[in-house]
């Protein structure tokens, strides 16, 4: 009996570390290295809806690509979006498959236009300075990166969903 409730435990505790650890990379992004923020696209597979799919959708309406204005701003990654991924990942030289995972994000923070703006008070400033326009962001004290959409001029933050 003892045995039996020792490997109950044992596996219980296993099973609440893979949740907890899933749950905890599931939603970090890092303003720091954007390789490992989550995927987006349209299918099951990646994130749909979000506060990151706004920040993409923020890049897309920055670097002014077709398409994407402030009203398509609205964190729902569908077919407008994935179509415009596609074009933008194409104009950096990456592979068009219209999904939002480490090397699109890693050519997004890495393209030079992801610049250190300052600081505010005790947050530090970010810019991502698009062919057309500038999205800001910010990383309070804790930690939070935040980024202020275009659209309504929030400030959403960007680890949650």
Same mark, same amino acid.
């Given at each position: ?29 890092? #303003? ?28 897309? @309406? ?16 569908? #077919? ?7 074009? @933008? ?5 990456? +592979? ?5 995972? #480490? ?16 600081? +505010? ?28 959409? #275009? ?11």
């Amino acid at each position: 009996m003892r045995r039996t409730f020792v490997k109950a435990a044992v596996a219980l505790a296993a099973t609440v570390g893979l949740i907890v650890g899933t749950a905890g990379t599931a939603l970090a992004n890092d #303003p720091d290295n954007w390789s490992s923020n989550r995927m987006l696209c349209q299918w099951s597979k990646c994130v749909k809806d979000s506060y990151l799919t706004m920040f993409w959708q923020s890049i897309l @309406w920055a670097d002014n690509v077709g398409g994407v204005d402030v009203g398509t701003i609205d964190g729902q990654f569908g #077919p407008n979006t994935h179509t415009r991924t596609q074009r @933008w990942q194409t104009r950096h030289g990456l +592979q068009a498959d219209g999904e939002v995972g #480490p090397n699109t994000w890693g050519k997004a923070e890495n393209n030079g236009r992801w610049v250190y703006a300052g600081m +505010q008070g005790s947050n530090k400033l970010y810019e991502y300075r698009g062919l057309a326009r500038t999205v800001r962001s910010k990383i309070l004290d804790g930690g939070l990166w935040l980024f202020e959409n #275009p659209k309504d001029k929030v400030w959403y933050g960007l680890n949650s969903t």
